[in-house]
């Protein structure tokens, strides 16, 4: 078994409001980033020439869901070479995940730790920060592909600076949204006033 990398653009842009709780909607309104987007694909090779097999993610997926459940589900700023995850590296927790074909969407809040200071900033200055997966497993060519194996176990999504999967990106669920309505309805009220 080897150690699986792989990697997805988050950048900052669109805003999918629409994916947001209330209770996650009041976290953004008071400042936590919360990102979503694409994780992982199935079936798809890609930038390290891998193709996960839709039954095995799936699966992986499915397990990875308990962690997320008991908010265990801890990611690193970079990627290590390592099959643990460092608590001093944490920089965001998965707090959702699920298959959507043969994407897996999620979303991650980043955390208050050193590590996820530095993504805020990141972010903030609108840097592309990309989601990897990282996991152990088997790997096999086949017909030029590097296909992953069955003993396949995802670890983890650590956020790194290069992504490998082709249109996987996570959007910023920003407070800007309220604060951009807010100015709009002021500029509003304020050109009606002006006028009379």
Known sequence: MKLLREYFELCEGGI???????????KVANGTKILSGIMQMSET???????????I???????????VKER?????LDHPESGVVNLQKCSHL????WMDGNKV?????????PAGKILESLIDAEIPCGISSRGMGSIREEDGVTMVEDDFQLICFDMVA?????????????KEIFENDKKVKLNNLIQSILKG
């Open 94 to 97: 998965v707090t959702e995940i």
């Open 72 to 76: 265990r589900a801890l990611g690193e």
């Open 45 to 55: 090779k890609n930038g390290n020439n891998r193709m996960y097999p839709h039954a």
């Open 57 to 67: 993610l799936e699966r992986e997926v499915k397990k990875y869901t308990q962690a």
């Open 162 to 174: 290069d992504p490998s999967t082709p249109g996987a990106y996570m959007m910023k669920e920003a």
């Open 105 to 113: 969407m999620g979303k991650i809040e980043v955390l208050g730790t």
């Open 16 to 26: 999918c409001q629409d994916l947001l709780t209330e209770e996650e909607k009041i």
